[in-house]
Structure formats: C-alpha cells, structure tokens
C-alpha cells in the first residue's frame, strides 16, 4: 500500500495519501489501496473512527493528470467503468460504518475536495483551500454534486459547481462543508481528540446513526418519521442499549461491547 498509509493509534487509526510529489492526487491505484485500509480498519475493533488526511502540504489534488489524460482516450464502456469505481470510493467513505474524519491538511480540489465532502466530520488548517473546478478543464462534477447539494444547499453548489472558484477554508466552514477551522499545528490532534470523544460512545448508537443520517435527506417528512421510528425501536433491544442505561443510573462507565 505505497499509496496509502495507515497508522493504528487507537481508538482512532489514520490514512494517509501518500502521494506527495503530485498532491495526492486521485490514481486507481491509490483508491484501491484505500479500500484495502478501510477493510483494515474496519476489522479493528479498538478503532472507533478513522482519520484521512495528505501527506505534505496538500490534502488531495484531485484526480492524477496522467489519468485524465488517459480518461480522454476511454471507451465509452471504460469510462462508465472508471466514473462507477470512483462512485464507489466515494460512497464506501460516505457508508463506512465507523465515523471518517477528514484533516484537511492543504488544498483540496476537485475529487479531494469530494473526498472530503462524504467525510462525516470535517477540520481544515486555516490556510486550506477547496475548489471545484472541474468545469475549467470541460468536465462535470458529477459525483461530487450529489454530496455537495446535500451538505449546503443547491443555490450554492450551483455557484460554486458552475464558477469552479477556490474558496477558503473560513467560507467552506461558512457553508457547512467544514467543521472546523484549526491551525496547522493543531490539525491532527484535534481530529484524535474528536476521535477519543466518539469512541466514548456506543458503537451500535453511532453505526445506526450514521445509517440514518445517510437515509434522511432523501425521505419526506413521513418516511423519515417512520425510518426514524424503526431505528428508535431496534436500538432499544440493543445490548449498547441496556449497558447504556444501566451505566447512567449507576454512575459509571459504560463497557461498551466493540462487535
């Protein structure tokens, strides 16, 4: 995994693009390798949240240019091919079962600022930049769209989708695309202290929320009632559930079972 790197401080663990010397940009390598530490991670039952993050001075770059060159020579069939493998990296992070933090170390643009956007809990450095800028080089953010929309709206992603500007990390925190806003130096240790917050709680509470959470913006009033109501009921029969309460009324830790 040349691409990635993965390290294990529980209860968090980090991946890293390992791409420096192009911005860590996007390659099918570099995405497979991601797939291979989240299934690392995901079997880790002292990892309550995973970390993403760029090594150097940038966070992702967006898709490698030697790729897009390659895309413009693509068959039809190998570019719904090539687009479907990029939907599903995005999706696995945006369904990951565990909380995914992204430390958003310097720019991200285009597809990094995509993977930063299906990430559940955003941190930049003050001095980050994000952009999508697909339509610059005669390209659709497409999947990206899907996410953008959702986290702030579709006036604004129309602006920031069809303008392809750079905006700064105190406006994409503005729009709600970030969290927060920390200096350099603090990036990584804050997103650890985010992680030690969350694994505090009940793994099956956080699981079934981030299912929900998925779900909700889609659902009418009604549906989102009704799948808000199925999940109020089974999380009650849960272990979690009964440790949880216990715990509260005893004035004590709860133990939470990790599987």
């Known amino acids: 995994m040349d691409q990635v790197k993965l390290d294990f401080a529980p209860p968090s663990a980090c991946i890293t693009l390992n791409r420096p010397q ?7 390598e570099l995405v497979t390798h991601f797939h291979t530490a989240l299934d690392q991670v995901q079997e880790r039952d002292d990892v309550a949240a995973v970390i993403v993050t760029g090594e150097g001075t940038a966070f992702c770059g967006g898709v490698d240019l030697k790729v897009l060159r390659e895309i ?55 001095d980050a930049v994000f952009g999508y800028p697909e339509v610059r080089v005669g390209f659709v953010p497409a999947l990206v769209a899907v996410f953008l929309v959702r986290i702030c709206g579709e006036k604004k992603a129309r602006e920031l989708l069809l303008t392809g500007r750079v905006f700064s990390a105190q406006e994409a925190q503005e729009i709600g695309l970030v969290n927060h806003v920390v200096a350099r130096e ?22 079934l929320t981030k299912e929900l959470m998925k779900d909700l913006p889609g659902l009418s009033l009604e549906k989102g009632l009704i799948a808000a109501l199925q999940l109020n009921t089974l999380i009650r029969t849960t272990e979690d559930f009964k440790e949880g309460i216990s715990s509260f009324l005893e004035k004590r830790r709860a133990q939470w079972k990790r599987r």
Not at 22 to 28: E, M
């Open 22 to 28: 192009v911005r860590n940009a996007l390659s099918p």
């Open 72 to 126: 413009a020579a693509q068959s039809v069939e190998q570019a719904r091919q090539d687009s479907k493998n990029l939907m599903n990296f995005f999706r696995r992070i945006y369904e990951f079962p565990k909380p995914v933090i992204a430390a958003v170390n310097g720019p991200a643009m285009g597809g990094g600022c995509g993977l930063a956007s299906v990430c559940d809990i955003v941190l930049a450095a003050e």
């Open 186 to 207: 603090s990036l990584l240790e804050k997103a650890r202290e985010i992680a030690r917050e969350i694994a505090q709680n009940s793994p099956t509470a956080v699981r």
